[in-house]
């Protein structure tokens, strides 16, 4: 099991707006940045989001992060059947000195 | 940035797995983390380990006594060792950046991965 918890799934309309939860404890989120990577079928995860909140150059708006105390959060507003995909967050384990990832969630467009 | 992972796509069990990550458009001595993350089938990812352009590493606890991951700069490329495979390090293994300047984590960019097979 990973250091943190994901959702295994989370699906949403079209247009819709849905949010992937990214559960962990001090020792990893609660003092450290979170990112947010997304894996397309058949390739390589790709970084969304880091430092919690701050888009990576060429990410639609569409998506965001945030974090409060141990839990971060992904939101993806105005879905496209292109959004399907696997995403994961990670960060830092201060306790482990180990970069720890989510089990990952995978986003079902209906 | 660009980074490319390469090397045997099977290997036996007991064996050591060695894969290599070249780097282009960037000078690996000139700084960041670069890492290497797997990912077994239909599974999620696991980060093995990163590498600092000075040297200085950190592993996966659960994979420290078997792996070891080197830089050299002279051939801009990092390389990844995990010893006594098993069935169980089958994945796609992957080399990344850190784009964060003394940041083990977040990755960017991804190499394309490469399937390794532990099998005899």
């Known amino acids: 099991q990973s250091v943190l918890t994901q959702p295994p799934s989370v699906s949403a309309a079209p247009g819709q707006k849905v949010t992937i939860s990214c559960s962990g404890s001090?020792?990893?989120?609660?003092?450290?940045?979170v990112s947010w990577y997304q894996q397309l079928p058949g390739t390589a995860p790709k970084l969304l989001i880091y430092?919690?909140?701050k888009r990576l150059s060429g990410i639609p708006d569409r998506f965001s992060g945030s974090k409060s105390g141990t839990s971060a959060t992904l939101g993806i507003t105005g879905l496209q059947t292109g959004d399907e995909a696997d995403y994961y967050c990670?960060?830092?384990?201060?306790?482990?000195?180990?970069?720890?990832f989510g089990g990952g969630t995978r986003l079902t467009v209906l | 940035v660009q980074v490319q992972e390469s090397g045997p796509g099977l290997v036996k069990p007991s064996e050591t797995l060695s894969l290599t990550c070249t780097v282009s458009?960037?000078?690996?001595?000139?700084?960041?983390?670069w890492g290497w993350i797997r990912q077994s089938p239909g599974k999620g990812l696991e980060w093995i380990g990163s590498?600092?352009?000075?040297?200085?590493?950190y592993y996966n606890p659960s994979l420290r006594s078997r792996v070891s991951v080197s830089v050299d700069t002279s051939k801009n490329q990092f390389s990844l060792k995990l010893s006594s495979v098993t069935a169980a390090d089958t994945a796609v293994y992957y080399c990344?950046?850190?784009?964060?300047?003394?940041?083990?984590?977040?990755?960017?960019?991804w190499g394309q991965g490469t399937l390794v097979t532990v099998s005899s």
């Open positions: 458009g960037y000078s690996i001595s000139s700084g960041y983390y």
């Open positions: 590498i600092y352009h000075s040297g200085s590493t």
């Open positions: 990670g960060t830092w384990d201060s306790s482990l000195s180990a970069g720890v």
């Open positions: 430092d919690n909140d």
């Open positions: 001090s020792s990893n989120i609660g003092n450290n940045y």
């Open positions: 990344a950046r850190s784009p964060k300047g003394g940041y083990v984590i977040p990755f960017d960019p």
